[in-house]
């Protein structure tokens, strides 16, 4: 079956430690992206990426950093750095980015990241 | 504003009609959006409109496109417990890329 997971479903980090969210696509699709939920507030991209090797930063890239080595995986770590980890990260692909259906995000069914 | 707005809650009774109405920014979208999040879940695409269209039906869902006032609703006919979900307005921007912009979500709670 083609689809997108992410894993872990559930995460704990302890304040001040790395952690890496996992992210992999089968669905041959270009475009990655990572977003975050918070309650009450829509998504917000944190980086995506159009291409193999190529990524850029979204509205709130700051203590986040992905990598873009292989087309169907696109890792994301929250680092130290961020100051308020805690969230719900979705990650979603798209055959392509622009004005057409090309566009329409495929999602995974997320990771709960909780920092303790 | 530069954000794509919606209500954050809607309650409706199994059986009514309910609507779901989001305002968004940019004139020049082509593709208007609709997502389903069901409860600790990804989100699914539930239908999506073109912006030279000023309707589409598929089955319960209306969707109602109003491009000078930038408006778009989602209706759904016969509301059934299984539709409690929140729902996603979304759009594309370009800024320089070509970004999907979400509102906040709506979250509807449909009571037996």
């Known amino acids: 079956d083609g689809g997108i997971t992410q894993s872990p479903k559930y995460l704990f980090r302890k304040e001040g430690q790395n952690v890496t969210l996992s992210c992999e696509q089968n669905?041959?699709?270009?475009?990655m992206y990572w977003y975050r939920q918070d309650p009450g507030q829509g998504l917000r991209l944190i980086y995506y990426s159009q291409i193999v090797n190529d990524f850029q930063k979204g509205d709130i890239a700051e203590g986040y950093s992905v990598s873009r080595e292989k087309k169907e995986s696109f890792p994301l770590t929250v680092t130290s750095a961020q100051k308020n980890p805690t969230a719900f990260y979705l990650c979603?692909?798209?055959?392509?980015?622009?004005?057409?259906?090309?566009?329409?995000?495929?999602f995974g069914q997320g990771t709960r990241l909780t920092v303790v | 504003g530069e954000d794509v707005e919606q209500s954050l809650f809607l309650s409706v009774r199994e059986g009514d009609s309910s609507v779901i109405n989001c305002t968004y920014t940019?004139?020049?979208?082509?593709?208007l959006y609709w997502y389903k999040q069901e409860p600790g879940a990804g989100l699914q695409l539930l239908t999506y409109i073109f912006s030279n269209m000023d309707m589409k039906q598929d089955q319960r869902l209306t969707v109602l496109l109003n491009k000078k006032d930038k408006h778009l609703s989602l209706r759904i006919a016969d509301t059934q417990t299984g539709d409690s979900a929140i729902y996603f307005c979304?759009?594309?921007?370009?800024?320089?890329?070509?970004?999907?912009?979400f509102g906040a979500g709506t979250r509807l709670f449909v009571k037996a």
């Open positions: 979603a692909s798209s055959i392509g980015t622009g004005w057409d259906l090309n566009t329409e995000a495929f």
């Open positions: 979304a759009e594309i921007r370009d800024t320089g890329g070509f970004k999907t912009i």
């Open positions: 669905l041959n699709h270009d475009a």
């Open positions: 940019d004139s020049s979208s082509t593709y």
